[in-house]
């Protein structure tokens, strides 16, 4: 491959604050693959979560579930589900808690109970097309299960760090956390993807606004922090791009370079 490899984050990087992609982004999207460049998503959410999204810019290629499920042009190159163990422990021990937890794998997620005012709340603030949360008590039970979805407060939440040292949380809203493998990251997965594309470090960039993208602005070359990205994530990148509302992914491939 002799274009660069270019990752945007989705939520509050590739979608602005209504949840829609802004017309410059679309455009330097179109831009990027007219000129050989591969471009590719990088997210918390699940696959069936962004299809309407890659539909609409034309990407075949991703990362994730923060890194534990990857394709590339259609075909599955990273899965790195969580440890049936595990899965059973925090679950007995969310039970315990009264905590729910969505199950998620490449194909659908499903909440271990019928209803809960945390995943409610929690949820909405995507505003996916679909409103409903399936729920499944057994569902991660001989499935490969990449990410949970616990709900908890912050207060909460050291209760389960302490607990399961051997998984990773990242919270994402005041009532919910991504569960992920130890270790696994966003990071991870381009890293992967990198490899497989024979692309070199120096060609690779990388958009995000989010906490679950540090580890990412970090790894990654070349870094893009949206102007909307809180401190530690504008710190934890190479450069700092407008607001997504600005036309900051746009004005962000220009500060790089790349148009």
């Known amino acids: 491959m002799t274009g660069k490899l270019i990752f945007f984050d989705v939520d509050g990087t590739l979608l602005d604050h209504d949840k829609r992609i802004p017309a410059s982004a679309k455009q330097a999207v179109r831009e990027l693959q007219d000129a050989g460049h591969e471009v590719a998503i990088a997210t918390g959410r699940g696959p069936f979560m962004f299809k309407e999204i890659r539909e609409e810019l034309g990407i075949d ?15 599955v190159i990273v899965r790195n589900p969580i440890r049936i163990d595990l899965l059973q422990r925090i679950t007995e021990r969310a039970a315990e808690l009264d905590h729910p937890i969505v199950y ?40 490969e299960i990449y990410q949970c979805l616990l709900f908890c407060t912050i207060g909460d939440e ?18 919910s956390m991504d569960v992920l493998p130890l270790g696994g990251s966003k990071a991870q997965g381009i890293e992967a993807y990198r490899k497989l594309a024979g692309v070199r470090p120096e060609d690779v960039y990388a958009f995000g606004d989010g906490l679950n993208d540090i580890e990412m602005l970090q790894a990654v070359h070349n870094s893009v922090a949206m102007g909307n990205a809180i401190e530690s994530v504008q710190k934890a990148a190479k450069h700092v791009t407008k607001d997504v509302a600005e036309d900051g992914i746009r004005h962000g491939l220009e500060l790089v370079g790349l148009l």
């Open 61 to 75: 290629s991703y990362i994730s579930y923060n890194g534990q499920f990857a394709v590339r042009r259609g075909e």
């Open 104 to 143: 998620m794998n490449e194909e659908a997620m499903k909440a271990n109970i019928e209803h809960h005012d945390y995943i409610v709340e929690s949820m909405a603030s995507l505003e996916l097309a679909d409103k409903t949360m399936p729920w499944d008590k057994d569902y991660y039970i001989g499935r």
């Open 158 to 175: 050291m209760k389960y760090r302490e607990a399961f040292p051997e998984l990773g949380f990242i919270r994402w809203h005041q009532f």
